[in-house]
């Protein structure tokens, strides 16, 4: 193990967007905390998933490997396939601690707990989501019931799960109650909070916070909506609407009294985001308690502190909610901020194009290993150390999505994003898009179908199936030349 090997942070959150934090410009949400992380350290403004999808792209990021090669490219998988190995499991490896709380989901928890893998953790407190639909194994709803309350009772209260029973907030205590332990070697907490996924329901004190007609607008003009009808029979949770009458019944999860009344009557995108808001207010401050814990307890100078999300929420942007097979900014591009007092650069904030997987290796070169030949992430210490151009990275980045939610098309479809375009086919389909982020950021013109850019089509179709080829599951080594 490399000398003083620092202990790594490492919370992410789910479906949490880019855009969502008040030191990167979002004047709306309250995330002092989360702001404070990016004013002493590196912010990566250009950071996308590998998949719109949690089992996908959190596979991809737990392994340093794009979805194909992880064969987890689905939600609702039987198995995790451990084609390649986690990065939690090396660092466990050569000693680190290593501790889970919330979710994994890299297999399906529907009705159970989720199988567990070679993950290498030690420390497991399980939550896969802050439902209450199974007998044992929740770790988070056998707390609520340690506190004399039910949290399938809880679910039920038009008012939300109070924030001091909220499964953000067991996240927090059970990491605070790991970083606390007596240990003589370094350790790695992994915190996966659920929020703000759907069903957008936080505490009613938090939700209060946000005025809804105060919110900003969703991205969305008229012609979104003839847009995502050409796309209707690519698959995605929601139908297209305009912002005052989103589809935002989900075809998977539970609904809340609350959410049933949106369904019938508020189900507008402002009411949406300002409850989105008030989830990322809530993670804010639980963040702050756990930030609180390492200072207290004198190991705040040597850890490694990340924060991140698995993907995005495109919230009424261009008439969606939730997630599935789109790509647009909102979606798969997300929040990624390094901290480490001392060592990496501080109020960084970087506009090189990275992606998730770039993390795994950059843990691994953390902890003094090398990085794997076929790895298919890129360590970004020389970005936090102040050593490399902090405005490039990588040439481009890619998302892929094979069937990843069980809805009727069972689309396949890969984006490829350079500095200036972002291509999106779905395969299969006719239809495809093609945007000018520089002239337009907010993806409004799709020039998939413009003659005068079948050029530039052709050409980043090349680049995308390139690629994609140079991406694939190479499988073993080669030992011999037969």
Known sequence: MAVKA????????????????GALGNPYVSTPNIDNLVAEGVAFT?????????????????????????????????????????????????GYDCG???KLHLASAYRRVEPRVNDGYRYWQYSHAPR????????????????????GELNQNPEGVPAELHQTTWCAE???????????CPWLASVNIYDPH?????????????????????????SDLEQQTRLQAVDFQSKVRTPDELDIRSPILPQTPRQEAEAVGARDAKTLIAAYYAMIQLIDEQLGRILETLDETGQRENTVIIFTSDHGETLGDHGLIQKGCRFYEGL??????????????NGLKSDALV???????????????????????KSLLPLLRGEADPNHHRDFVRCEYYDAVDLPDHTFATMYRNERYKLVVYHGHEEGELYDLINDPDEFENLWHVNTKQDIKFELLKQNFDASMLAMDRGSRRVGPM
């Open 46 to 94: 250009h950071a996308y998933c590998q998949s719109p999808i949690c089992t996908p792209s959190r596979a991809s990021f737990l392994t340093g490997m794009y979805p194909n090669a992880t064969h987890a490219i689905r939600n609702g998988n039987d198995f995790f396939p451990e084609a390649y190995p986690l990065v939690t499991r090396t660092l466990a490896d050569i």
């Open 174 to 184: 059970k990491t605070i109650e790991f970083i606390r332990e007596d240990r003589d």
């Open 355 to 377: 992606e998730l997987v770039d993390k795994a290796p950059t843990l691994l070169e953390l902890a003094g290993l090398t990085v794997p030949e076929e790895m298919h992430g």
């Open 6 to 21: 620092p202990n790594i942070l490492w919370v992410c959150t789910d479906q949490q967007r880019y855009d969502t934090i």
């Open 100 to 102: 889970l709380i919330g």
């Open 332 to 345: 798969v591009r997300v929040p990624l901020i390094f901290s480490w007092q001392e060592q990496f650069a």
């Open 198 to 222: 759907p069903p957008f329901n936080p505490p009613q004190t938090h939700r209060e916070q946000y005025n809804p007609a105060e919110m900003p607008e969703p991205l969305f003009r008229n």
């Open 132 to 151: 209450d639909d199974w007998e044992h194994g929740h770790d988070y709803a056998d707390w609520v019931r340690t506190r004399g309350y039910i949290l």
